[in-house]
Structure formats: structure tokens, C-alpha cells
């Protein structure tokens, strides 16, 4: 895919539909969505369960395939790509990151950003886990490459799963729930490393949630409902992650000072 410049759109929909045929049911998933996502913006997608935007993520991805309308990816229509064209495209031009995680249980962190990288081939041994070592010091875990998830926190193990999609250089990073299984500090701390990903790299990000107060902390937010684009708009008042979390360090040794503090009055 030719470089896109920020600005340009990346993503373009039109009139996506999508139904599934369940026994003699035709469940309509996604009724007519047009949409587009230029390059760099970080984009949230919310709405209630049932609402499409699950389906709509499958569909960015190259999972699978619309019933009727048109979705380009860098200016190609992806309707007419081959099994082996969209393979490639999900390997070495979009990042996937989940709610589960999906680590290789049995593997280190270091081995599981390589895995890609083995689809990929061409690439040497040593290449490759060079590679995986620069994206996991990227999102912070440098000191844990030897680790298996059994190892790591839930935090830690999300941020392994992002050091996998980054591992290719993708251009489109599509995150599903991906702090559904994490605690509200950690939360932050994975939104922070997106809001990085968005601003130094570039990094187009579409993201599936179903909490408000995630979605703050994108650009823009698309409310789905029943298989439609209910709203599309700006976010007003953006949350950044890395002033929260500063806050929060703040707040943590204040508490700190003041047990101390007490400690010491009770002991005198």
C-alpha cells in the first residue's frame, strides 16, 4: 500500500452492509454505514451490544467480507482482493489488539511479538527478535522479554499484545475492548500508550468501546446503533492519559506523606 500522508483518508466505507443468514433468520448486522478515517486520526466506536460495531471492526480488519457496499483501504477496494492479498494486508498493514489478550501461553513475551514475523518470512532470526525487542521497549516492557504471561500482570500482558501489533509497522492499529479486563489505572495507562502511538508515530487507531469515559480519550467518537452510524463528532473535551496518570502519582505519595506524617505523631 502507497504511503499515506495525514490528512489522507485511510479508511473510506460506503453503504456497508453486512447480514448473516442464521438457519431461515437474516440477522441485518449492519445496515448502510458510511464512513471515513483519514491518516492519524484516532477515532472510538461506541454503542450497546448488538449495535454492529464489532462487525464493523471485522470488516476494517479484512476478517471478513461485507454483504454490499464498498470499503477502501489506502484507496483499494478490498472486495476484490484475493485470500492471499488480505492475509497480507492483515499481516504487515493493520495491528489487532484484543480484550483476551491471545498470548501464547507457553511462549515468552519476546517470542510472542516475534510470532508475526515468522508469517511475514524473509526476515533473519536476529532481525526478527531486534524487531520485537524495539516494540516492546516501546510500550514500556524492555525488562520483561524473558517472561511468560503467567508472568505479567493483565496490564503487561495487553502491553505485550500491543508490541505484537506493532511489530509490523502497520498504518491502521483496529483495539477491541481492549481494556475491558483491566483495572481503571491500567486502563489508563494503555489509553496513554495510544495517545503516544497516535502522536509520535502517526498511527492511525480505531478503537471499539463500550465505555464513555474510554472513548474520551479519542479524537472522535462514532456512536452505533442498531447497525447504523447513530452520531459522528469531535470529542470536546479530550482526556489525556499522561496528565492523569501524572495526577495520579501525585495524589498516591500525598496519601503516602500523610500515613508517614501519622505514623510518626502516633509514635511521639
Known amino acids: 500500500m502507497a504511503a499515506s500522508s495525514a490528512g489522507d483518508p ?41 449495535s454492529g460495531k464489532s462487525t464493523f471492526m471485522h470488516l ?8 454490499s457496499g464498498t470499503y477502501r483501504l489506502g484507496g483499494r477496494d478490498v472486495a476484490r482482493l484475493s485470500k492471499r492479498e488480505l492475509a497480507r494486508i492483515r499481516n504487515q498493514e493493520i495491528g489487532f489488539v484484543f480484550q483476551g489478550f491471545n498470548l501464547l501461553p507457553r511462549t ?21 527478535r531486534a524487531m520485537a525487542r524495539d ?4 510500550v514500556g516492557l524492555a525488562d520483561r522479554l524473558d517472561h511468560h504471561p503467567s508472568q505479567l500482570s493483565g496490564g503487561q ?9 506493532l511489530v509490523t509497522g502497520p498504518t491502521l492499529l483496529l ?7 483491566l483495572d481503571s489505572r491500567t486502563s489508563i495507562e494503555v ?10 508515530r502517526g498511527l492511525t487507531i480505531v478503537l471499539v468501546t463500550h465505555e464513555r469515559d474510554i472513548a474520551e480519550y479519542a479524537a472522535r467518537v462514532v456512536s452505533f446503533l442498531d447497525g447504523r452510524v447513530r452520531s459522528d463528532r469531535p470529542v470536546g473535551r479530550r482526556r489525556t492519559a499522561a496528565v492523569e496518570l501524572e ?14 506524617t501519622d505514623l510518626e505523631v502516633r509514635r511521639a
Open 10 to 50: 485511510l479508511v473510506l466505507v460506503d453503504g456497508l452492509t453486512k447480514t448473516y443468514t442464521l438457519g431461515e433468520v437474516a440477522v441485518r448486522a449492519l445496515r448502510g454505514i458510511s464512513l471515513t478515517v483519514t491518516t492519524g486520526e484516532f477515532v472510538a466506536l461506541t454503542g450497546p451490544s448488538g
Open 157 to 165: 500482558q495487553q502491553r505485550v499484545a500491543i508490541a505484537r501489533a
Open 135 to 138: 516494540a516492546l521497549e516501546a
Open 175 to 181: 483495539a477491541d475492548e481492549p481494556t475491558g479486563n
Open 191 to 200: 489509553m496513554d500508550i495510544f495517545q503516544r502511538l497516535n502522536v509520535e
Open 108 to 128: 515468552t513475551a519476546l517470542e510472542n511479538v516475534e510470532l508475526p514475523l515468522l508469517y511475514r518470512g524473509g526476515l533473519s532470526g536476529a532481525r526478527r
Open 60 to 67: 476494517l480488519g479484512c476478517l471478513d467480507r461485507p454483504t
Open 247 to 260: 495526577n495520579l502519582t501525585v495524589r498516591h505519595d500525598e496519601a503516602l506523606h500523610d500515613v508517614e
